[in-house]
């Protein structure tokens, strides 16, 4: 376990879900990387709710840019899936909504500032 955040998907009056972000391996890259995780949080205990299913690149951290609104906020290595370069020191951000299943990439410029100021301390060479 890597970091962990309660979340809101579904807005201020939403179910109170566990973001976590869990260093595991996947036969997607084959590397032990960063990975999602959605728990909702029930009376029994946490139930997997999306489990650790890559978003668009390869993940170096994830934060939400408001615990109730479901817009995540990732700092993705600068390679792809489909030609990785896990030393590469490049990095770009992308901005994703809670679905309800998952997450999808969304294009909002606002949001996308917004994540890029997040993760600025990287300095302008990301």
Known sequence: MVSMEAVKLD??????????????PSSLDDERGLRPFVYAVSPRGLEARWRGTALSRPLLDAVFLSPEGGILCALHRG???LNLD???????????????FGFSGIEDPGLQKACEERFEPLGPDR
């Open 86 to 100: 896990p030393g590469s020191l490049k990095t770009r951000t992308a901005v994703y909504r809670w679905n309800g």
């Open 11 to 24: 807005g201020p009056n939403g179910r109170e879900f566990l973001f976590t972000l869990e260093r595991r």
């Open 79 to 81: 390679d792809s899936f």
